[in-house]
T-cell receptor, first 111, second 115 residues
């Protein structure tokens, strides 16, 4: 069975602070992993993805994520939060035909 | 932005009535998906399509049917809407499967309220 767990449904950080959003997955086959961002009243847009190769993946808007197979994790980070980063973030895994999404983490950035 | 439109964008209907949501793409992508988004549940797959007339069920398919007669259009039908189907519905497309590294592109969503 495939599943994605996002720890922390709400995360608050101060502007300029490190952003860390956690994602753990379970998959019966080597997975492909994705992070999406959703701004209010919009659809999801891709931040970054891991397929094969380098385990540290860089995405848009200064975000990056590291695939750690031993920990079955794919945590999303950004060194310095900006007000525009306030949004909902979804981790997803796709081991086959379907995509499986986590329940999302809402990021609040405090000025 | 990927060319994906959804119609209608908002709909209010009554319990027991049929409802059809439309997803239209201009990208010529093979795969299309319908999700529903509910608080605390993230996105859950309803149905997906891997080609014209080829569809399969997702995690929460009960009460929903789909059709794809053309590459560009994927219709989601609620045969007899219930209040539990009040949700935000998203269409997504992808050129390749996730297991081949293909990412999904999402439409703007349809907010459906069933009274």
């Amino acid at each position: 069975a495939q599943s994605v767990t996002q720890l922390g449904s709400h995360v608050s950080v101060s502007e300029g602070a490190l952003v860390l959003l956690r994602c753990n997955y379970s998959s019966s086959v080597p997975p492909y992993l994705f992070w999406y961002v959703q701004y209010p009243n919009q659809g999801l847009q891709l931040l970054l993805k891991y397929t094969t190769g380098a385990t540290l993946v860089k995405g848009i808007n200064g975000f990056e994520a590291e695939f750690k197979k031993s920990e079955t994790s794919f945590h999303l980070t950004k060194p310095s939060a900006h007000m525009s980063d306030a949004a909902e973030y979804f981790c997803a895994v796709s081991p086959g035909n379907q995509f499986y999404f986590g329940t999302g983490t809402s990021l609040t950035v405090i000025p | 932005d990927a060319g994906i439109t959804q119609s209608p964008r908002h709909k209010v209907t009554e319990t027991g009535t049929p409802v059809t949501l439309r997803c239209h793409q201009t990208e010529n992508h093979r795969y299309m998906y319908w999700y529903r988004q509910d608080p605390g549940h993230g996105l859950r797959l309803i149905h997906y399509s891997y080609g014209v007339k080829d569809t399969d069920k997702g995690e929460v398919s009960d009460g929903y049917s789909v059709s794809r007669s053309k590459t560009e259009d994927f219709l989601l039908t609620l045969e007899s809407a219930t209040s539990s189907q009040t949700s935000v519905y998203f269409c997504a497309i992808s050129a390749t499967l996730g297991r081949r590294g293909g990412e999904q592109f999402f439409g703007p969503g349809t907010r459906l309220t069933v009274l």
